[in-house]
């Protein structure tokens, strides 16, 4: 079964820290393309950052500079390392994982259950 659980939200003061962990199921850990998503009340869901399995990293304008990602294929973890926050940042995140099937149009994707960010003084 194909598991993705995130921890590490919370409440934090704009300009403040926060690391989010996602631990996923040894199954598809080194063999998918990670990434974090975000959705806060009344949108939809965005991309905030994703890595691939060689490390190459993606990220929205919105949180260049400010965000990092990063995977320990060895912990089966994916990390958001969430730096001068802003209360715009306050969502609820998601880790995803996904695979496309070369010459296909199958696309597998997994989501985890989500952790609050909330930015606020």
């Known amino acids: 079964q194909v598991q993705l659980v995130e921890s590490g939200g919370g409440l934090v003061q704009p300009g403040g820290s926060l690391r989010l962990s996602c631990v996923v199921s040894a199954a598809i850990a080194s063999g998918y393309t990670m990434g974090w998503y975000r959705q806060a009340p009344g949108k939809q869901r965005e991309l905030v950052a994703t890595i691939t399995r060689g490390g190459s990293t993606n990220y929205a304008d919105s949180v260049k500079g400010r965000f990092a990602i990063s995977r320990d294929n060895a912990k089966n973890t994916v990390y958001l390392q969430m730096n001068s926050l802003k209360p715009e940042d306050t969502a609820v995140y998601y880790c995803?994982?996904?695979?496309?099937?070369?010459?296909?149009?199958?696309?597998?994707?997994?989501w985890g259950q989500g952790t609050q960010v909330t930015v606020s003084s």
């Open positions: 995803n994982a996904e695979r496309k099937v070369p010459l296909s149009t199958i696309t597998y994707r997994y």
